[in-house]
């Protein structure tokens, strides 16, 4: 068997990536995950701002804020925009092809100084974002299938695939990025650029010889044969990647190929096709640049006093007004409290629930508020990244819910033992942590 086939059986194919031709400003070519600051049109509109008439890859994708916009003329003009973007791109030779390769990456945030990654493509067949699956690679939250349609109509005959997903690995001793970042770093790297808005800086190094795939290959191999005894019983199907970050984009991406797979099914070379695979980042999750955030919530239209009756049917429910923001975030935050809490912040009130439950609180959370947005057209929720974010806009009359954080050393086994989380679960890091995009590739 040789690497290639190796790597295969571990949902791996080495990429042939595009970067910006030399010259391109990268600090303007990079841009934030289209899923992040959902609510704040102005950083969206200061990105574009720094933009200007520079390449970008602000250009090649759709901002989910974007989504809420009423659906139509709008999301298809903006949509056929990206499409025209990305082969005005290629035939202007703005892409440069690099040799055959993943790249190592290291990422300096606000808020650690370095984070290690391997940019490559995986197997969308070994990919299952469904809540029963038990593939090689899983979802690790549950999938909101009314937000795919948009990410599926840019995706549909793109030429190009950038991307901001992140998976993780399982890897306690920190053995396999160390090593290849080792092993890159001998050479010059590939790209290095400050981010822009504030969210620190990126490098990446080829690692091109099959010295280096071979050391892969055998670090997946070895992760995935312990994975069953691991998380459950030696006869459980290997679990080697948990997606961190960009399960609905990666949702997208297999529904596309099931889609394409399906129009073109008997064609020569079909199961070669570049939209088999997806682009995306492998983290470890035990990275000490990593930390999980809650995801938190906020509801438009309702009074706090209708979200915390709503929330009464929590199991052994209590609320109790509590005086600060700081004050809330050290009572939610007390790992040491045997009971589930989280906040209700609307201007400048603010209450302490609390509730009895074995496991996750956003468990039996989230089924409550989508019943009590169901219960009145005028109510709409969000998911908001960083505490900050919701704090703020909280401020101007919605109902943030400020949920606490999750142990990310328990996230293989949990996904293992009881599947998927509710939707929205957790976040890697804040905000200006996620991932920007940077790296392309041929689709079509």
């Not at 509109?45 to 804020?65: D, Q, R």
């Not at 990206?82 to 190592?104: F, N």
């Not at 004050?327 to 009130?349: F, H, P, T």
């Not at 009881?418 to 940077?438: C, D, N, T, V, W």
Request: glycine share 6%; with cysteine.
């Amino acid at each position: 068997m040789d690497i290639h086939q190796r790597l295969a059986t571990s949902g791996i194919v080495i990429p042939e990536l595009l970067l910006p031709k030399a010259g391109t400003d990268l600090q303007k070519w990079a841009v934030i995950a289209c899923d992040q600051c959902t609510q704040d049109y102005a950083y969206w509109e200061a990105v574009k701002k720094l933009v200007g008439a520079s390449p970008s890859t602000l250009n090649l994708i759709l901002p989910e804020i974007f989504l809420a916009e009423p659906q139509g003329a709008g999301t298809t003009t903006r949509i056929a925009a990206i499409h025209d973007t990305m082969a005005a791109y290629l035939s202007q030779g703005l892409l440069v092809p690099c040799e055959r390769g993943a790249v190592y990456i290291e990422r300096k945030t606000p808020f650690h100084e370095q984070r290690h990654g391997l940019m490559l493509c995986i197997d969308l067949e070994l990919y299952d974002w469904k809540p029963e699956a038990r593939s090689l690679i899983r979802s690790t939250e549950g999938t909101v299938e009314e937000r795919l349609p948009p990410r599926m109509a840019v995706r549909r005959n793109a030429v190009l695939e950038t991307s901001h997903i992140l998976l993780l690995i399982d890897d306690e001793d920190d053995a396999l990025l160390t090593t290849l970042g080792e092993c890159a770093k001998q050479a010059e790297p590939l790209y290095t650029t400050e981010l822009s808005m504030h969210s620190g800086a990126v490098s990446g190094w080829l690692l091109n010889q099959e010295a280096d795939w071979a050391y892969l290959a055998e670090a997946l191999e070895r992760l995935a044969a312990r994975s069953g005894n691991r998380y459950g019983g030696a006869s459980d199907a290997p679990f080697l990647f948990a997606v961190g970050d960009g399960n609905h984009s990666l949702a997208s991406a297999k529904a596309i190929w099931l889609e394409y797979k399906a129009a073109h099914s008997g064609e020569k070379d079909l199961a070669k096709h570049p939209a088999r695979y997806a682009l995306v980042e492998i983290e470890n999750l035990y990275d000490a640049g990593i930390t999980f955030e809650p995801i938190h919530r906020v509801i438009f239209g309702a009074s706090l006093a209708n979200v915390s009756a709503a929330l009464a049917a929590l199991p052994a429910f209590s609320s109790r007004a509590v005086a600060s923001r700081e004050e809330l975030v050290v009572l939610v935050g007390d790992a040491a409290c045997e009971r589930n809490r989280l906040g209700l912040v609307s201007g400048g009130s603010y209450l302490l629930v609390e509730s009895e439950h074995q496991g996750l609180a956003i468990d039996t959370l989230q089924p409550l508020l989508d019943a009590f947005i169901a219960s009145n057209a005028a109510y709409s929720i969000d998911y908001i990244h960083g505490e900050d974010n919701l704090f703020q806009i909280s401020q101007g009359g919605a109902v943030g819910l400020f949920l606490p954080p999750i142990d990310k050393r328990s996230l293989f086994k949990t996904v293992a033992k009881r599947g998927i989380l509710p939707r929205k679960s957790f976040s890697m890091g804040e905000a200006k942590e996620k991932r920007f995009y940077l790296e392309c590739r041929k689709l079509f």
